[in-house]
């Protein structure tokens, strides 16, 4: 019998504005989808779309309309139907990223599994998350590194013209490990003047200091970068594993994120691709509930790095699924993503 579709818009909430280098909101549309199978058994999954990449909820639900007809016959038929659905539409990342939650939930439910133990995973061996502070005031920057206490590491956003304010408000503020982002915003010759500011405020790596496409720039970040011992990962420049192979000796690791992969099979390969290349994984999300989160945590004991803390800088997450204790990813044991509505 074949699976029906279900879809649900609706919107979440970030407790503060979240501003990066390119902008500023606080409020998210979403769409959820379940597949249900002839038993009545449902997967879940989440869209994310970003206007970055040309998403908006307006897409995902057009590309819902079209995916519909190209859902499998047997919910096993995982890379088949992921395949199918890049075909159908390959631009349609967070569009493609639910179904394929969606259907890998299904299975691991058909199989009573969560899905990491599917994949052969040690679910201790997910790392650490970061959680983020967005760009702001110091005074409320300080105030976010408090609300932030029982994380052991922070990611700074940075691309501003006050990005040295920034860092120095954060670091008074507490003594822990940080990351930081520039979201594309640096030229070349700023993200150079930067580097030994970073390495000066105890910074672990430097993720998307330029525009994506400037890969020659990239190279030139990551030999000054070297001398500091400052690795330098991608996230924007890197969509899928084919965009690998020309980022190496140009950055030293990259970030995977479901929304602009599009498929758990996707990310998966990312991570095998990277790993051939010697390269840092670490794996990322935008705002997203926890039905989103758990999705990539399942494969978080995989990689060396995760920023998963786009449920909790909502006020409003509908949905239980891993938890973060204490900055830990713990991943649920229920069968599928083990995530459940509240």
């Not at 609706?10 to 249900?36: D, E």
């Not at 038993?39 to 307006?58: N, Q």
């Not at 980022?247 to 991570?271: F, H, P």
Request: glycine share 8%; charged share 25%.
């Amino acid at each position: 019998m074949a699976l029906k579709l279900h879809v649900e818009q609706c919107s979440i909430t970030t407790r503060h504005p979240f501003v990066i280098a390119r902008g500023s909101t606080n409020g998210y549309k979403r769409a959820w989808v379940r597949l249900v199978d002839g038993d009545g058994l449902e997967g879940w999954g989440e869209a994310d779309p970003s206007s970055f990449y040309g998403e908006s909820l307006e897409t995902v639900l057009s590309a819902f309309d079209k995916l519909a007809s190209h859902l499998p016959r047997d919910p096993f038929d995982l890379e088949a139907a992921e395949d199918r659905w890049e075909h159908a539409l390959p631009k349609n990342w967070a569009a493609r990223a639910a179904l394929s939650a969606a259907l890998h939930d299904l299975v691991g439910k058909k199989l009573g599994q969560p899905l990491w133990r599917l994949w052969g995973l040690d679910p201790q061996r997910a790392p650490l998350t970061s959680f983020t502070i967005g760009i702001d005031s110091p005074d409320k920057m300080r105030a976010k590194v408090r609300e932030a206490e029982d994380y052991p590491i922070l990611k700074v956003k940075l691309g501003t013209d006050r990005d040295e304010e920034i860092l120095r408000t954060v670091r008074e503020a507490t003594r822990k490990p940080l990351r930081v982002d520039a979201n594309a915003g640096w030229t070349v010759a700023r993200a150079k003047q930067m580097i030994p500011v970073l390495k000066e405020y105890g910074v672990e790596f430097l993720e998307q200091p330029l525009p994506p496409d400037d890969l020659d720039g990239l190279s030139d970040v990551r030999r000054a970068a070297a001398k500091q011992h400052l690795p330098v990962v991608v996230d924007e420049s890197c969509l899928v594993a084919a965009d690998i192979p020309r980022l190496v000796g140009r950055a030293d690791g990259i970030n995977i994120k479901l929304a602009k992969c599009g498929s758990l099979r996707e990310a998966l390969r990312m991570v095998a691709t990277a790993r051939a290349h010697g390269m840092l994984v670490m794996v990322g999300c935008m705002i997203e509930t926890s039905l989103g989160i758990t999705a990539a945590a399942h494969f978080t004991p995989l990689v060396d790095a995760a920023d998963l803390d786009g449920a909790a800088l909502t006020v409003d997450d509908p949905f239980t699924g891993a938890t973060i204790d204490n900055g830990q990813i713990r991943l649920p044991t229920e069968p599928g993503l083990g995530v459940r509505r509240r």
